[in-house]
């Protein structure tokens, strides 16, 4: 079964620029995430969607971050305008359903450098 | 607020040893966590789980055991090989009764070194 696909890997851009990040699920999923990862850290919920609407965007920062999932399959998350501070790894995962029981699936990651 | 933390950053161990990682959490309303690898350029994968009700419970390899009266998870991997090099999160799964959906919040990562 094909992984959680994300692109780009890799992505450089100046503060005050914008970004997209684009995420494929496995294919059925109902629920996809979008995690932050600092250097350092574990990643950190920034959205979750249950297909096509929004369970939780508690910790988005909505004054510069945005996602949306359309038609409940792939989704986008867009950055405007970048920040020195959202350098980081940003991993999409999604999983069968949205209880506790579901195992989630992770993508390999966008990794964004702001400088 | 809510928090789950590894206690050492980094554990340095010989090939064929064994590997024990430890995370502290604080939400004692938590009834799901969470042991993942993360490897360098990867996302996390899952390696195992263990509910509440539990205190034991064991993968290929590895076991996790679960102490809720001083909230304390552990990972312990056998026979540690290289390829077991990585990063490791506990992370709790918080069940969020309004909507029946779960939330994972992760620790801070304990980095493992295999020496050959």
């Known amino acids: 079964e094909a992984g959680v696909a994300q692109s780009p890997r890799y992505k450089i851009i100046e503060k005050r620029q914008s970004v997209a990040f684009w995420c494929n699920p496995i294919?059925?999923?109902?629920?996809l995430y979008w995690y932050q990862q600092i250097l350092g850290q574990g990643p950190k919920l920034l959205i979750q969607f249950q297909n096509n609407g929004v369970v939780d965007d508690s910790q988005l920062p909505k004054d510069r971050f945005s996602a949306e999932r359309l038609k409940g399959v792939d989704s986008t998350l867009k950055i405007q305008p970048a920040k020195l501070e959202d350098s980081a790894v940003y991993l999409c995962?999604?999983?069968?359903?949205?209880?506790?029981?579901?195992?989630?699936?992770f993508g390999p990651g966008t990794r964004l450098t702001v400088t | 607020g809510e928090s789950v933390g590894l206690h050492l950053p980094t554990l340095s161990v010989q090939e064929g040893d064994n590997s024990i990682i430890n995370c502290a959490y604080s939400?004692?309303?938590?009834?799901?966590f969470i042991w993942y690898k993360q490897e360098s350029g990867k996302g996390p994968q899952f390696i195992i789980d263990?509910?509440?009700?539990?205190d034991k419970r064991q993968g290929q390899r590895v076991t996790v055991l679960l102490n809720k009266t001083v909230k304390h998870l552990s990972l312990q991997i056998a026979a540690t090989q290289p390829g077991d090099s990585a990063v490791y999160f506990c992370a709790e799964n918080i069940f969020r009764g309004s909507s029946n959906t779960g939330k994972l919040i992760f620790g801070q990562g304990t980095t493992l070194q295999v020496k050959p």
């Open positions: 939400n004692s309303a938590s009834d799901y």
């Open positions: 263990i509910r509440s009700n539990m």
């Open positions: 995962a999604s999983s069968l359903r949205a209880g506790v029981s579901y195992e989630q699936y």
């Open positions: 294919s059925g999923h109902a629920t």
